[in-house]
């Protein structure tokens, strides 16, 4: 009886340094750059860096707060009644900041989406057919700014999109 209590004891230590191990190795192979800590698998980038391997540089998001110039336009279309002429956008707008990730556009909150390869991406939906989204070019050194909104109501929609430039 002795020897089996001794057996199981040996077989719980072996098993419970076993899945310690497992954890340990959780990081090994795991590179993470630019200041970048891998945790449990996962590298926990420095401030300035985003991406699996903390590889892709970000920008503050004061970065994006300015007024803008922007040209586009505006359509509005009602099912069953005669295409409406376009609406000419040229105006001056501002975007500003109201959270951690979320700026504000025309009295809208849109939170920080992605930031892929090629824009900063902050968007908003709120039905399927209903939503806004607004990029900014990457790197964000021309100051581009592109807006497409789309609201789907029924019994028609309204589209918007227009692109600008910074105001410096």
């Known amino acids: 009886?002795?020897?089996?209590?001794?057996?199981?004891?040996?077989?719980l230590v072996t098993l419970s340094s076993c899945k310690k191990e497992a954890q340990q190795d959780a990081c090994v192979g795991i590179v993470c750059l630019n200041g970048g800590t891998c945790v449990d698998g996962i590298c926990i980038c420095d401030t300035g860096?985003?991406?699996?391997?903390c590889s892709i540089k970000t920008i503050p998001m004061y970065s994006f707060i300015g007024n803008y110039h922007i040209v586009g336009s505006s359509h509005y279309a009602v099912m069953g009644q005669p295409s409406q002429p376009p609406v000419i956008i040229d105006t001056i707008i501002e975007i500003t900041q109201t959270g951690f990730e979320t700026l504000s556009l025309l009295n809208d909150n849109l939170?920080?989406?992605?930031?892929?390869?090629?824009?900063?991406?902050?968007?908003?939906?709120?039905?399927p057919h209903n939503y806004q989204t607004l990029y900014f070019r990457k790197p964000f050194i021309d100051d581009s700014?592109?807006?497409?909104?789309?609201?789907?109501?029924?019994?028609?929609?309204t589209s918007t999109n227009f692109s600008g430039i910074k105001i410096h």
């Not at 009886?1 to 077989?11: D, G, P, Q, R, S």
């Not at 700014?145 to 929609?157: I, R």
């Open 49 to 53: 860096w985003a991406g699996a391997d």
């Open 145 to 157: 700014v592109f807006y497409s909104a789309f609201d789907g109501g029924m019994p028609g929609g």
């Open 1 to 11: 009886m002795k020897n089996l209590v001794y057996f199981f004891l040996v077989v």
């Open 111 to 127: 939170p920080y989406t992605s930031a892929d390869t090629a824009r900063y991406k902050f968007s908003w939906y709120w039905s």
